[in-house]
C-alpha cells in the first residue's frame, strides 16, 4: 500500500512541473493560459485528497463526510488535523514537517517547470 500512496505524491510534483511549464511557455500567449490556471489547483487538491483517502484506508483511519470535504477544500487545515490525529502528538509532527517538505518540493517543481519553459531548450 505504501507505494500506492507514492503515487499521487509524484503525480503532483509531475503535475506542478508540467503546469509551470506550459502556463509560462506555450499557453502563456493563449486563450487557454486562464483555463490551465484553474484547472492546476483541483487537480492538485484530487491528487492530496487521493493520498490522504489512501493513507486512511492503510491506517484503518475512520474518516468522517465532514473531513472528507474539508481535505478536499481546506487542506492547509484539514490535513494537518487528519495527520495529527491519525498518527499523535510526535507522528503528526513529523507527518506535518513531511507535508511542507512536498509542499517546497511542489513550488520548486512549478519554478523548475517556469525555468524550463523560458530555457534556450524550448
Not at 502563456?28 to 483555463?35: F, H, K, L, V
Request: net charge positive; glycine share 6%.
Amino acid at each position: 500500500m505504501a507505494k500506492k500512496k507514492t503515487v499521487p505524491l509524484v503525480l503532483l510534483l509531475t503535475l506542478s512541473l508540467l503546469a509551470g511549464w506550459l502556463e509560462y511557455g506555450p499557453a502563456r500567449e493563449s486563450q487557454y493560459a486562464a483555463t490551465l490556471l484553474m484547472m492546476h489547483a483541483p487537480m492538485s487538491l484530487a491528487l492530496i485528497f487521493v493520498w490522504f483517502w489512501l493513507d486512511a484506508k492503510e491506517r484503518h483511519f475512520k474518516t468522517s463526510v465532514l473531513l472528507n470535504i474539508s481535505v478536499s477544500g481546506l487542506a492547509i487545515f484539514a490535513l494537518p488535523y487528519y495527520l495529527f490525529k491519525s498518527r499523535g502528538g510526535v507522528g503528526g509532527s513529523k507527518a506535518v514537517f513531511l507535508s511542507s517538505l512536498m509542499f517546497v518540493a511542489t513550488m520548486t517543481c512549478y519554478r523548475v517547470g517556469t525555468w524550463l519553459a523560458h530555457s534556450p531548450l524550448s
